[in-house]
């Protein structure tokens, strides 16, 4: 079996050759910008992984891989123009660098590249393929939906959050070790449950993040941090503090919700020692915990020989040591 390394190396290697030079350059610009800047190719890792558990040519699945990298990044570039943000991995977003139009039609592209990816998948392979993507596809749109709608709700629950960030960010992940799996020959129920295993890693993950937007580090998060706070954004953090806070402190955080402006900083502040004072980010850690050891246990219950599972494992628990 490869390691990490090897298979983050290989594919890295493999996603740069990629030959995007069609005219006309401007549409794709910024494709070839919004791919070299690299990032933790987690979707594509996972895939390989899955794949790697079953099947040792694991070069087979990169143009899948890939696909679903493409189509992760072209999700990236235009959820950055819907947030407005000025960073992604430390650089000028699309719509910064270049301006709106281009991150939509760039976008657009991306899209259809990373079917053609998709679709060069073995024939005995490509409609379960193309199948779980177009479930997928949908999912994140239904997803980054909702995710629009709770900036204007203040009705907002958890479940409906965790259902959100499940369509938004974990069902591609899941559908990547699932992809992988599938194409190494798994079963239905082996897949089954390697897909679950992918979503409960992929909520965690998620939970993660929005833990890194208020607590993180700009220089290692790649992002400025506090844009979840500033977009209103209805994560767990928030929705758990305004159920935890007095009435004073409810009253502050319905003032800076409603607040617009310049004064940016003193709005992520003020809602982050309300975080501070009511105890969620410790809460929210709690989660993050249960939600990987049920991915674990989903994991577990795969039937391959323990070694074959344990890479996916190590990288997985990784994932969880992102730096607050």
């Known amino acids: 079996m490869k390691t990490v390394q090897q298979i983050q190396e290989s594919f890295e290697r493999y996603i740069q050759t990629l030959d995007y030079s069609r005219e006309p350059d401007e549409l794709y610009a910024p494709i070839r910008y919004v791919l ?98 177009n479930e997928t596809f949908t999912g994140i749109m239904e997803g980054q939906q909702y995710d629009m709608e709770f900036e204007t709700r203040d009705d ?66 790649g992002k400025k941090i506090g844009g979840d706070i500033l977009c209103n954004k209805k994560t767990y953090l928030y929705i758990n503090a305004y159920l935890l806070a007095n009435a004073a402190q409810k009253a502050e955080l319905d003032r800076w919700a409603a607040y617009d402006g310049p004064d940016a900083e003193a709005k992520i502040a003020a809602v982050r020692a309300i975080y501070d004072a009511v105890g969620v980010k410790e809460l929210s850690e709690k989660l993050i915990r249960s939600y990987f050891a049920e991915a674990m246990a989903k994991l577990d219950s795969v039937s391959l020989p323990e070694a074959r599972k344990q890479a996916l494992k190590e990288y997985a628990s990784s994932l969880m040591n992102r730096v607050l």
């Open 156 to 221: 907002v629950t958890e479940a409906e959050y965790i259902e959100m960030i499940r369509l938004k960010t974990s069902v591609l992940l899941a559908a990547c070790t699932e992809m992988g799996a599938v194409l190494g020959g798994a079963s239905d129920k082996d897949a089954a449950l390697i897909y679950e295993f992918g979503e409960k890693v992929g909520i965690a993950f998620q939970l993660q993040d929005d833990l890194l937007d208020v607590y993180g580090d700009a220089a290692v998060f």
């Open 36 to 133: 070299s800047l690299g990032g933790k190719r987690i979707r594509p890792t996972f895939l390989i992984m899955a794949y790697n558990m079953y099947a040792d040519d694991v070069e087979r699945v990169y143009v899948t891989a890939a696909g679903m990298e493409i189509f992760h990044n072209f999700t990236l570039l235009h959820d950055d123009l819907m947030d407005k943000a000025d960073l992604r991995r430390g650089n000028a977003t699309v719509h910064k660098k270049w301006n709106e139009n281009a991150a939509i039609l760039s976008g657009d592209g991306m899209l259809v590249l990373a079917y053609r990816y998709l679709a060069q998948a073995s024939d005995k392979d490509i409609r379960k393929i193309l199948e779980i993507a």
